[in-house]
């Protein structure tokens, strides 16, 4: 039990935080004088060049599954046979109960859990944006370290923006992607060790990708199929031509697909299993090649998927836990830590340097610039520093402000934040804040904002003062960007 005496305190406390100047966000730790770009982060520390340090006996296999979420995954506590696979995995490995991607929608959220950086600071919110120079992805940073970065992918798009993709030594795109691709690629490519990244999409498109039949799950027909991609069509966000949204026009329907739900749920965990099977695949490809022992295996997500929880279907942008709550599965090599389960709310921020500490690389270049956290003092059973304090995971931010219903109440901008199992949703524009209690009310469906007024107000400042510092802490260039602009208004 928290001590409230604190909460009241926090409000008096982040208040002080806005005048004393003090960031919120993580700060950088020190960076390779190469790496410093006078033009776009001037305020980045200078340290002398340092010697790169190597990994020399650990491969990294990076799953990441379009639209996953964790709560329809047996380890997660779902009691359908959708994940027999993941659930092996989750044995061999530590999973992480409450794990949260860093924003809203894929592009971004994927920056981030490369980067372990803030959309609001990388700038990457679209296929057409460009990443941010100084916030250096996960293959960059493992390539310069010795591994030799591949890339599996069912959808291109995603890494297709440099310097995101531009590390990969070898990609591959196609579907699908299972163990005979994962032993091609690693027979065409002999140098050890590796990095392999996976990221599969059939999970976001599930009508198109399930099985005509899953054992274990009912067999949806052709022509259902076809009227739920007929009516996805028509649920998309108005705009007009030209791309502007056109907020007089409420077309949208508000009723979505609750007719079809159950059809819906049907194709969902059907295309689940479908994945568990590559995963089996995939993980016996690497026995075969005997690599498996020594490999750091990681599964998680980009985000999730709406099957109506809030009136939002597929994909949407809303900050609740059907769409924000992912997987994140770490198998350790020769499966060290099995079994262990870690409680505390993290964000796919921490990745980064979780995976830098579990490689032992601790150098400067390793953990240049990076916001999120160390996670192996969970792992290990330890407590992390901070662990008390709000926190925030996850920042939705609507760019080309497109217009759901949704969207007019929750505005363009939306910060997440935690303090314990109490979840608070900051919307900027109407200046409101949802509160949950996720261990009263996991579906997030009893707003009890009005009821804890210290606290509401507390995550309020702490949230408005955390968006405020995020986008001082973006390079200049990242915020002159009309998008940004109009975000940062």
């Not at 925030?392 to 007019?408: E, F, G, S, Y």
């Amino acid at each position: 039990m928290r001590n409230w005496n604190l909460v009241k305190a926090s409000v008096a406390g982040i208040l002080c935080w806005a005048f004393l100047g003090t960031g919120l966000l993580a700060t950088p730790t020190a960076s390779a004088q190469e790496f410093i770009d006078e033009d776009t982060t001037p305020d980045l520390p200078e340290v002398p060049r340092v010697k790169r340090e190597k990994i020399h006996d650990t491969n990294l296999l990076l799953i990441v599954v379009d639209g996953l979420r964790a709560d329809h995954l047996g380890t997660y506590g779902y009691d359908r046979p959708t994940s027999p696979a993941i659930d092996a995995l989750a044995k061999e490995g530590v999973v992480f109960e409450r794990a949260y991607m860093a924003a809203a929608n894929p592009i971004p959220a994927l920056t981030s859990l490369l980067t372990s950086t803030w959309s609001c600071e990388h700038g990457m919110l679209n296929a057409k944006s460009q990443l941010a120079r100084a916030r250096f992805p996960i293959t960059q940073r493992y390539h310069e370290a010795g591994l030799n970065p591949l890339l599996l992918t069912s959808s291109v798009y995603s890494y297709a923006v440099p310097p995101i993709g531009r590390a990969f030594k070898e990609t591959v795109v196609g579907a699908p992607i299972n163990g005979q691709s994962v032993d091609d690629v690693l027979t065409k490519q002999a140098q050890r060790p590796f990095l392999l990244m996976i990221h599969k999409t059939e999970t976001s498109v599930p009508h198109l990708s399930a099985p005509e039949h899953t054992a274990g799950f009912k067999d949806v027909p052709q022509a259902v199929r076809d009227e739920l991609a007929a009516r996805l069509a028509q649920l998309a966000p108005k705009k007009k031509a030209g791309g502007r949204s056109d907020e007089s026009d409420d077309k949208t329907p508000a009723t979505g697909l609750e007719d079809i739900a159950a059809e819906c749920v049907e194709l969902y965990d059907s295309s689940v299993r479908l994945v568990d099977d590559h995963v089996a695949s995939i993980i016996a490809a690497l026995k075969e090649q005997g690599e498996w022992d020594n490999t750091l295996v990681v599964l998680t997500s980009d985000h999730g998927f709406g099957l109506g929880e809030h009136g939002e279907w597929y994909r949407g942008d809303g900050p609740y836990d059907e769409l924000i709550h992912v997987p994140l599965i770490i198998r350790f090599p020769q499966s060290k830590f099995a079994g262990k389960r870690v409680s505390e709310t993290v964000c796919q921020t921490d990745l980064l340097p979780t995976l830098n500490a579990a490689l032992k690389l601790k150098g400067a270049t390793a953990n240049y610039n990076v916001r999120g956290r160390d996670l192996m003092p969970l792992v290990k059973g330890q407590e992390l520093p901070g662990a008390d304090d709000f926190m925030v995971t996850t920042i939705r931010m609507n760019p080309r402000k497109l217009i759901t219903p949704a969207q007019r109440a929750r505005g363009h901008v939306s910060v997440v934040a935690f303090y314990g199992p109490w979840k608070g949703i900051w919307h900027r524009e109407p200046g409101t804040l949802e509160l949950y209690n996720l261990d009263d009310d996991p579906g997030e469906q009893n707003d009890v904002a009005e009821s804890n007024p210290e606290l509401t107000l507390a995550m309020k400042a702490f949230a408005r003062l955390w968006r405020a510092d995020c986008s001082d802490k973006a390079p200049m260039r990242i915020r002159q960007r009309p998008q940004m602009k109009r975000l940062n208004r």
